[in-house]
């Protein structure tokens, strides 16, 4: 069962995106422009992104009106893989937007994740 997106943010002036599933964070951990908040059971919970629309390759214009967002995170032994799928107001135009990140958060067995938002 897919966890619930319960924020969407996009500061335009600084060019910062930010989704969260709510959840209370235990760690953030900086990778590059990417910051990933992590959940007391070392899940991910949320994502920040600085520099988003030359990070993403979207035009800031579009990154304020998401209308719908999911994110997939793959856990695997030594690192994890996340997928950021967004259909925009704009032209009903979707995107995937893959972000490989590697870093391990000590999970023993695969598994995977959605957080969504519509």
Same mark, same amino acid.
């Given at each position: 069962?897919?966890?619930?997106?319960?924020?969407?943010?996009?500061?335009?002036? @600084?060019?910062?995106? =930010? /989704?969260?599933?709510? $959840?209370?964070?235990? +760690? %953030?951990?900086?990778? &590059?422009?990417?910051?990933?908040?992590? @959940?007391?059971?070392? =899940? /991910?919970?949320?994502? $920040?992104?600085?520099? +988003? %629309?030359?990070?993403? &390759?979207?035009?800031?214009?579009?990154?304020?009106?998401?209308?719908? /967002?999911?994110?997939?995170?793959?856990?695997?032994?030594?690192?994890?893989?996340?997928?950021?799928?967004?259909?925009?107001?704009?032209?009903?135009?979707?995107?995937?937007?893959?972000?490989?990140?590697?870093?391990?958060?000590?999970?023993?067995?695969?598994?995977?994740?959605?957080?969504?938002?519509?």
């Amino acid at each position: 069962m897919a966890k619930q997106i319960t924020t969407i943010d996009y500061d335009s002036d @600084n060019d910062i995106f =930010f /989704i969260s599933n709510g $959840e209370k964070v235990k +760690a %953030s951990l900086d990778i &590059g422009d990417f910051v990933l908040d992590v @959940n007391h059971k070392n =899940f /991910i919970c949320g994502i $920040e992104i600085m520099s +988003a %629309s030359e990070n993403l &390759g979207i035009d800031k214009d579009v990154l304020k009106n998401i209308q719908n /967002i999911k994110m997939s995170i793959t856990y695997k032994t030594n690192h994890v893989y996340v997928l950021l799928l967004m259909i925009f107001k704009k032209k009903g135009k979707e995107v995937n937007i893959p972000i490989p990140l590697t870093l391990n958060l000590g999970h023993k067995v695969p598994r995977k994740e959605m957080l969504m938002y519509n």
